[in-house]
């Protein structure tokens, strides 16, 4: 074999080598590449997920901040609503006050007309005195002075009880005033008493040192008789309180 030959196949021989190193080295490029695309595949999965999550947790916190937003918007706007809410209130309330204010003012300024108006008089509030006169025959007059500080209405007319009577003496109805009769402190009102008949026709008779007169709240007057007491009978009768003396002794 000759010299060059020998050249040639080596030269062949380091061209296949070569070549096959080359290709080696592709397929290793080739290997990388491919070992990295998983690799970058995988990542790019990763990345995709994760911005898609990104994206998804980025939409739902979006969502979330604008609901938030929106939630702080409706709570400021509730919020401005309650506020003025308040202020409405607050000025109803003023209103009401005003109003309740009102309303007190009123009753108290009825409270203080009633006050004004005479109350009806009591025990405490007046004296009973019982009087026999000359004139008219059997009579006995009813004297009720007014003690307190006020002045007061006295009863249409005295419910006079004698002794251990049943029942009160009917009243004289020709003797009836237009209206109660009134008395001012250290003032009186006058009523009238037919004790019995004066030509005997009365019956059932008796003597009694004892009178009381009750009043409307429920009080007693105990008034004293004259000396010995005083002779009644069925025709005992009483008149209606009166401003007048003469007008008491009348009937």
Same mark, same amino acid.
């Given at each position: 074999m000759s010299a060059r030959t020998t050249r040639?196949?080596?030269?062949?021989?380091?061209?296949?080598?070569?070549?096959?190193?080359?290709?080696?080295?592709?397929?290793?490029d080739?290997?990388?590449?491919?070992?990295?695309?998983?690799?970058?595949?995988?990542p790019a999965g990763q990345q995709s997920e994760r911005p898609a999550g990104k994206e998804s947790a980025g939409g739902t916190e979006a969502d979330g901040t604008k609901e938030t937003n929106g939630s702080a918007g409706s709570?400021?706007?509730?919020?401005?609503?309650?506020?003025?809410?308040?202020?409405?209130?607050?000025?109803?309330?003023?209103?009401?006050?005003?109003?309740a204010s009102g309303s007190s003012g009123t009753s108290g300024g009825s409270?203080?007309?009633?006050?004004?108006?005479?109350?009806?008089?009591s025990a405490a509030d007046?004296? =009973?005195?019982a009087t026999?006169?000359?004139?008219?025959?059997?009579?006995?007059?009813?004297t009720a002075t007014n003690t307190g500080s006020k002045t007061c209405m006295l009863p249409q007319y005295p419910?006079?009880?004698?002794?251990?009577?049943?029942?009160?003496?009917?009243v004289a109805e020709s003797t009836k005033p237009q209206s109660l009769t009134g008395v001012q402190p250290g003032e009186a009102g006058y009523a009238g008493v037919l004790l019995s008949a004066g030509d005997g026709s009365g019956e059932n008779?008796?003597?009694?040192?004892?009178?009381? =007169?009750?009043?409307?709240?429920g009080s007693i007057a105990t008034v004293a008789l004259p000396t010995g007491g005083v002779y009644v009978d069925t025709a005992l009768t009483v008149t209606y309180w009166q401003a007048d003396m003469d007008a008491a002794l009348s009937h």
């Open positions: 040639t196949r080596l030269f062949a021989a380091t061209t296949v080598a070569l070549a096959a190193l080359a290709l080696a080295a592709c397929e290793g080739g290997s990388d590449t491919g070992a990295s695309s998983p690799s970058s595949a995988a709570a400021a706007s509730s919020g401005s609503s309650g506020s003025t809410g308040a202020s409405d209130s607050g000025s109803g309330g003023t209103s009401a006050s005003s109003g409270g203080d007309e009633d006050s004004d108006l005479p109350g009806k008089c007046v004296e =009973i005195t026999e006169v000359p004139r008219p025959l059997n009579h006995l007059l009813l419910a006079a009880r004698f002794g251990e009577a049943q029942s009160v003496p009917p008779g008796y003597r009694t040192d004892t009178l009381t =007169i009750p009043f409307e709240d």
